[in-house]
């Protein structure tokens, strides 16, 4: 009998382990929910206050990746 009060034992610390386990991740998960919500209304804002440099932004980080893709690919 001891045997299986052991196993019981067992079971229930590995369920409690495990529901401690997606407790966390459930908490992790809507704390970074809540960080990227914030950080796209941030940006939206900027882009919605200044239009004229953040196309201007965009337009300079896409021509230096063109660039630089243009020049690896050019060295094979």
Known sequence: MTN?????TMGTELKDRLSSAVDSAKSTYHRIQENTVAGAKVADKTIREHPYQSMGIA???????GLLVGLLTSRR
């Not at 337009?59 to 990746?65: D, I």
């Open 4 to 8: 299986e009060t052991n196993m019981e």
């Open 59 to 65: 337009v300079g980080v896409a021509f230096g990746l």
